[in-house]
């Protein structure tokens, strides 16, 4: 099973949905209180600005959602996943035409 670790404060109450979701499923994790200075600089490290954050293995989900955490849960994919859901890591392909370049997402 991948790592969870979870970012959050006491006043969160989507921290709180966080914590009984994943205590309801018995998923062990390790919690990070922000509010303390070397809780603070691991979140620094995810570039969150706000909780919860989430890192599963190593893909980073900023705020709650539980079907994106099962899916991270799940995935075998490794890439962070941003607060809309879309991978940070894109794959693309190349095509030159002419003296231009462009570039397609996939």
């Given at each position: 099973m991948k790592r969870i670790v979870l970012f959050s404060q006491k006043?969160?109450?989507?921290?709180k949905d966080a914590q009984q979701y994943m205590a309801s499923k018995g998923y062990s994790y390790?919690?990070?209180d922000i509010s303390s200075?070397?809780?603070?600089?691991?979140?620094?490290?995810t570039g969150a600005r706000s909780v919860p954050v989430l890192r599963v293995g190593d893909q980073v989900?900023?705020?709650?959602?539980?079907t994106k955490f099962e899916k991270?849960?799940?995935?075998?994919?490794?890439?962070a996943i941003?607060?809309?859901?879309?991978p940070f890591l894109y794959s693309f392909r190349y095509k030159k035409t002419d003296s231009?370049?462009?570039?397609?997402?996939n």
């Open positions: 006043s969160c109450s989507n921290c390790r919690l990070v200075p070397k809780g603070r600089k691991e979140f620094n490290s989900l900023i705020g709650w959602n539980m991270a849960l799940k995935s075998k994919d490794q890439s941003s607060p809309l859901g879309l231009m370049c462009r570039f397609f997402f």
